[in-house]
């Protein structure tokens, strides 16, 4: 009876993997034995032909940074008397490390100790990319929604003080030459370009963050592109240098707004896919 159930499962098994193009698994825990079926390449990048049937090779395709994890979960759930196996980890796979989904179900013996654990190997390294796109268009959402009201915030103040700072430099150039009036002079015009680039991050951030009707009226696209730069320039200047090359000067019957975030997400998955220091 406990044969036909095992028998009975491996196919349920089997029949689970052929649906989600998984790889069925069923290991002898006593002596350590693997019997592989389904698409290895998918999972292991290799064929059958380039695989041992033994517990050490499959522990050893675990990436190092979560093989330790993956084996202590393992012995816990043997050792507690477990049934329901799941775990998620990396896969050195042909140099490319994937994403694995592994679940299974223990079965034990009548003396009451692990003999055999069934299960299969899924690669999700498709969906879990997916997921992070998602995370980060919902991280970009939301950090449009606060950029928008920093913006609004910021703006109006930053008109005053534009405006006395202009009054400063009208007042300073009724004043003779004198070093002083020189000195203030220079901390004047430093403090009205640094507020003038204060005015600039703010029509950026404005433009990509507001919520507006499928308007479009002709732009300078390279405006766009600069603004976009501009936004990004904190990370990228961490991972890479950017170079702006324009032909000529472009007027498109465009939405700025959707334009900007298309040129801005483009920046920003260009430079995540950089790896640190390369």
Excluded at 248 to 258: C, G
């Amino acid at each position: 009876r406990t044969e036909l159930a095992v028998r009975e499962g491996r196919a349920r098994f089997e029949l689970l993997a052929s649906a989600t193009s998984a790889v069925v698994y069923d290991w002898e825990i006593a002596t350590g034995h693997v019997g592989w079926s389904g698409p290895l390449r998918s999972v292991f990048g290799c064929s059958m032909l380039l695989m041992d049937s033994n517990f050490a090779w499959w522990r050893d395709q675990i990436h190092p940074e979560d093989r330790g994890r993956v084996e202590k979960d393992l012995a816990g759930l043997l050792a507690s008397g477990g049934t329901a196996w799941s775990a998620d980890y990396r896969v050195n796979g042909s140099g490319t490390p994937m994403d694995i989904l592994d679940r299974g179900l223990v079965e034990f013996g009548e003396d009451g100790r692990p003999r055999r654990m069934i299960g299969v190997l899924t690669n999700v390294t498709g969906y879990n990319v997916a997921e992070d796109r998602l995370a980060l268009a919902d991280r970009m959402a939301t950090v449009g929604i606060f950029a928008a009201g920093v913006a609004h915030a910021v703006a109006q103040p930053l008109t005053w003080v534009i405006a006395k700072i202009a009054a400063a430099g009208e007042q300073l150039a009724t004043l003779a030459p004198t070093p002083r009036v020189d000195a203030a002079r220079t901390a004047l015009d430093l403090a009205a370009e640094g507020a003038q680039r204060i005015r600039s991050i703010i029509r950026d951030l404005k433009v990509f963050s507001r919520a507006e009707a499928e308007t479009t009226l002709p732009i300078d696209v390279r405006r766009v592109m600069d603004s976009a730069a501009s936004i990004a320039n904190s990370d990228v200047k961490l991972r890479a240098r950017l170079e702006r090359r324009y032909e000529h000067q472009q007027r498109v019957a465009v939405n700025e707004s959707r334009l900007g975030q298309v040129v801005l997400n483009l920046l920003v998955n260009a430079v995540q896919a950089i790896p640190p220091g390369a």
